[in-house]
């Protein structure tokens, strides 16, 4: 047999070929034999491929026949045919990373467009790196799309909750990712199926955020009064009125009316798209004169100076960094987070005795199964609640 390695080498942009030849072994048997890489093991390295040439009683037809199947076979090759990958995607050659950079600038557009969050295409971004830094650390700087398969996505997946040691809740998040990203390389024609699909999340345990005690919740808003106080009032946003960050990045001054004490919180700012009104608390009324007093209706309630009302727009990742901060300067525990406010209102909301539904529709919840997620179960209930209510 011919070495392959002496034969000539037709380089195209995509792939490297040895073209077909007709092979004629002992008892009649003909073959057409030519070599392209396997992709999916490597893209340097040839791999024979033989196609068997139908016996003919008249063999100068036999000849002809041979010839014309290398004829077409070398002209598939030389428009970059390759039999291994013949069922997979048209364009399933493409780099990874730049079908990746393509995702990042279509999901831009759409958050300028005003269809997707700012904080989505923050977590995009994010997702993609770490996937990057994965396939980089395995020696695959420079992946086909053709090997983003099964195999890889449960692979990256390991190292995210094993290796990296994340919760069942961030694996579910990258699942979540990864199945969206795979859509979109679906419709791009650089893979032909979808390798996260029937990849089954992880359950998720009890939340990590913790109701906090009147004890710190006063600790903390003494603190911030004296010392932040412009933060203070996000904060109190958070746990007086249970607006969500993001929200809050984007609410105007002019979303206030301190008079008929509502906030607006419209269709642009909020999460389900559709203009909400919710009342404003008495006591976080002092709070929000104090905060909005000298600012203007178009300025935005809270602004990249530290959390004044200003004219240029805040980061929602900015509430989280400043808690943290606030977090560590008086020694509390990491367990509770900046949403621990919200859970913390809605629960103290409940024990107070304001009807569940009352207080779903303050936390703009679909359900009020929603908004008993949010509170801690099984802490005991105070005696006055309970205390001659079951007499017989």
Known sequence: MDNPQKQVRHRIPVVDFVPAQIKKGNKGNWR????????????????????????????????????????????????????????????????????????????????????????????????????????????????????????????????????RDNSPRTYNNYVSFLNTFAKYMLKKEVISKNPVEGIEKKRVGEKKRKYIPETEIKRIFEYLNAEDLFFATACGMIYYELVRRTEMSKMRVGDIDLKNRVITIRSEVSKNKRTQYITILEEFIPMLV????????????????????????????????????????????????????KDTGITNLLRAGVPAIHVRDHARHHDIAMTQKYTPMNTGVSSEFLDGKLKV
């Open 32 to 163: 057409i034999e030519f070599y392209v890489p396997d992709p999916a093991k490597s893209l340097t390295k040839l791999k024979r491929i033989q196609r068997r040439v139908r016996p003919m009683n008249n063999l100068k037809e036999r000849e002809r026949f041979a010839k014309r199947m290398c004829f077409e076979v070398n002209r598939k090759l030389e428009r970059g045919w390759n039999p291994f990958i013949e069922m997979e995607a048209p364009n399933s050659f493409a780099l990874l990373k730049d079908v990746a950079n393509q995702f990042l600038n279509n999901t831009a557009k759409q958050v300028k467009d005003g269809s997707l969050r700012k904080d989505t295409l923050r977590s995009y971004t994010s997702y993609l790196k770490n996937l990057e830094d994965y396939i980089h650390n395995i020696g695959e700087t420079n992946l086909f799309c053709l090997k983003f398969n099964r195999q890889l996505v449960n692979a990256f997946l390991d190292h995210v909750y094993y290796e």
């Open 290 to 341: 104090a905060h909005i007093k000298t600012a203007n209706n178009n300025d935005f309630l809270f602004s990249v100076n530290e959390f004044k009302p200003g004219k240029e727009q805040i980061e929602p990742k900015a509430f989280t960094d400043r808690w943290t901060r606030t977090r560590n300067v008086l020694g509390i525990d990491k367990k509770y987070q900046l949403y621990s406010l």
